[in-house]
Antibody, heavy 115, light 111 residues
Framework: EVQLEESGGGLVEPGGSLRLSCVASGMIFKKAWLNWVRQGPGKGLEWIGR??????????DYAPVVKGRFSMSRDDSTNTLYLDMNSLRVEDTAVYYC???????WGHGTRVTVS | DVVMTQTPVSLSATPGQAASISCRSS???????????LYWFLQRPGQSPQLLIY???NRFSGVPDRFSGRGSETDFTLEISRVEAEDVGVYYC?????????FGQGTKVEI
C-alpha cells in the first residue's frame, strides 16, 4: 500500500523559513513524479509545485505565487521529498499535502502557520 | 493560468438519486498526444483529497462504479448515479496539461 507522510509543519514568523518533509513507502519512489498542494484555512486546493523523477530529468516546476521562495528536492535513497520554504508570508498559512503521480496518492498533510 | 470553473458551488443531494457537477476550463486541455488531462478529486470532511477520476473518464483503483466522468476539451461532468451518505464532501476538478496545475474552486456536496 502506498503511503505518504508529511512532517515539519509548525508556527513561523513572517519572513521566516521552514522545511517540510514527505516520506513515501509502498512505491518505487525513484520513478515517481511528486507534487506539493496546499489548502489555506477554509479554502480550496492550490497546486504549488511538481518535481520530476531523476530518471526523467529531475526538473522542478513551481506556481508563480511561490517561485523564487520555495524549493523542492528529493532523496531517492530515503524515499523523501522536501519543500524548503523561505520568505514566508501570512498568506502561506495552509495545510501542505504531498502527492505522487497525478496526484493519485496523497499524504495526510502538515499544517504551516505563518503569524 | 488556466481557470477551472465548477458549478454548482454547493449541491444538496438525495440518497439513491443522481447528482452531477460541471467543470469548465478556460482553454482546451486536450493534448497533442490525444489525451485529455482532466482529473476529479473528492475531499471528505477532515480528510485529505483522494483521486476519483483521471483523464476525464477513468475511475481510479477502488472507486465505486457509481462515479463516472465525461466531457471533452473544455467542458466536463462528474456524475454520481446513486448518491450515498459517504459521498459527502468537496469535489474538485483539476487540469493536468498546463503549468501551473489549477483546480476548480470546489463543489460542496451535502445530503
Amino acid at each position: 500500500e502506498v503511503q505518504l507522510e508529511e512532517s515539519g509543519g509548525g508556527l513561523v514568523e513572517p519572513g521566516g523559513s521552514l522545511r517540510l518533509s514527505c516520506v513515501a513507502s509502498g512505491m518505487i519512489f525513484k520513478k515517481a513524479w511528486l507534487n506539493w498542494v496546499r489548502q489555506g484555512p477554509g479554502k480550496g486546493l492550490e497546486w504549488i509545485g511538481r518535481l520530476k523523477s531523476n530518471l526523467d530529468g529531475g526538473a522542478a516546476d513551481y506556481a508563480p505565487v511561490v517561485k523564487g521562495r520555495f524549493s523542492m528536492s528529493r532523496d531517492d535513497s530515503t524515499n523523501t521529498l522536501y519543500l524548503d520554504m523561505n520568505s514566508l508570508r501570512v498568506e502561506d498559512t495552509a495545510v501542505y499535502y504531498c502527492g505522487s503521480g497525478y496526484p493519485d496518492r496523497w499524504g495526510h498533510g502538515t499544517r504551516v502557520t505563518v503569524s | 493560468d488556466v481557470v477551472m470553473t465548477q458549478t454548482p458551488v454547493s449541491l444538496s443531494a438525495t440518497p439513491g438519486q443522481a447528482a452531477s457537477i460541471s467543470c469548465r476550463s478556460s482553454r482546451s486541455i486536450l493534448a497533442t498526444d490525444g489525451r485529455t488531462y482532466l482529473y476529479w478529486f473528492l475531499q471528505r470532511p477532515g480528510q485529505s483529497p483522494q483521486l476519483l477520476i483521471y483523464e476525464v473518464s477513468n475511475r481510479f483503483s477502488g472507486v465505486p462504479d457509481r462515479f463516472s466522468g465525461r466531457g471533452s476539451e473544455t467542458d466536463f461532468t462528474l456524475e454520481i448515479s446513486r448518491v450515498e451518505a459517504e459521498d459527502v464532501g468537496v469535489y474538485y476538478c483539476m487540469q493536468g496539461l498546463f503549468l501551473p496545475r489549477t483546480f476548480g474552486q470546489g463543489t460542496k456536496v451535502e445530503i
